[in-house]
């Protein structure tokens, strides 16, 4: 009896055990590219920030995370359409152009809805952080090697 019970026990335990790895991995799938996306630039903006700084900012980022993910579904939205136009056989310049219009004007609103919640951030930090979080950024875009054809580059392209 006493096999039997311990049998039955690590059958449960198994099938607890299975059932929440499963339901973790669906609830990940089902997360979406925004909750993604809000997690990366989460993740990028308190990398090398102090724990008393970065939790401020993680609130905030917070409670701006429903309208982020609302410009960036707005942005995926508009590149699928734009590819259902370029896969339409009937796709003419009109509707080419208006598919990218639409794909700036969403890029362009994930960008102003991101430098505001970015502005609210860095409002709540010290002005050394400040300066430090922008040198960040600046020494990142730096340390980026010119694009081909840019001033910066000579005007060379690559060889192919």
């Known amino acids: 009896m006493n096999s039997r019970k311990s049998l039955v026990i690590a059958l449960l335990v198994s099938l607890v055990l299975n059932g929440l790895l499963l339901g973790l991995y669906i609830g990940h799938r089902l997360m979406g590219q925004e909750r993604h996306a809000m997690h990366g ?4 903006l308190l990398k090398d920030e102090p724990k008393e700084l ?26 699928r359409d734009m590819v259902g136009i370029l896969k339409s056989e009937q796709a003419t310049e009109v509707q080419i152009n208006s598919g990218f219009q639409a794909i700036r004007m969403a890029d362009s609103n994930l960008k102003q809805v991101s430098h505001q919640v970015l502005a609210t951030v860095l409002a709540t930090l010290p002005p050394e952080q400040r300066l ?24 060379d392209r690559p060889p192919r």
């Open 41 to 44: 630039m989460a993740k990028q």
């Open 132 to 155: 430090k979080f922008a040198l960040r950024e600046l020494g990142r875009m730096q340390d980026k090697p010119p694009r081909p054809g840019s001033p910066e580059h000579g005007g």
């Open 54 to 79: 970065a939790e401020p900012m993680r609130q905030v980022l917070e409670m701006h995370r429903k309208e982020m993910a609302k410009a960036y579904r707005r942005l995926r939205a508009a590149k």
